[in-house]
């Protein structure tokens, strides 16, 4: 599975910013699909997940009624809609597949395959 993560860039605080994650290679059939960010001189940490299949999402706290992750049957593509957009939310984020457990969706470990990050930058 081959991951393509776009639609970075700078806003300031309160905007919004909408991720996606497309693949090519192999449907996303049968994966989680998750987003994670890393911020300079941070570890990388979970931000959303969505089963493909079933569609069950998770988040992590901080950005709950901001972020809202979703599918694209047709398009193979995972979005990542962040409203209200806040400058710690700057960061590299990834998107990534992997089959995790429900109560391990956010170790970033179990996910193995990866793409290449894309930049969100928010200024206050």
């Known amino acids: 599975v081959q991951l393509q993560a776009s639609g970075g860039g700078l806003q300031q605080a309160g905007a919004y910013l909408r991720l996606s994650c497309a693949a090519s290679?192999?449907?996303?059939?049968?994966?989680?699909v998750g987003w994670f960010r890393q911020a300079p001189g941070k570890e990388r940490g979970f931000v959303a997940a969505?089963?493909?299949?079933?569609?069950?999402?998770f988040y992590r706290d901080s950005v709950k009624g901001r972020f809202t992750i979703s599918r694209d049957y047709a398009k193979n593509t995972v979005y990542l809609q962040m409203n209200s957009l806040q400058p710690e939310d700057t960061a590299v984020y990834f998107c990534?597949?992997?089959?995790?457990?429900?109560?391990?969706?956010?170790?970033?470990?179990?996910?193995?395959?990866w793409g290449q990050g894309t930049q969100v930058t928010v200024s206050s």
């Open positions: 990534a597949v992997g089959r995790p457990i429900t109560s391990s969706v956010g170790d970033s470990s179990l996910y193995y395959y």
């Open positions: 969505i089963r493909w299949n079933g569609g069950n999402t």
């Open positions: 290679g192999r449907a996303f059939s049968g994966y989680t």
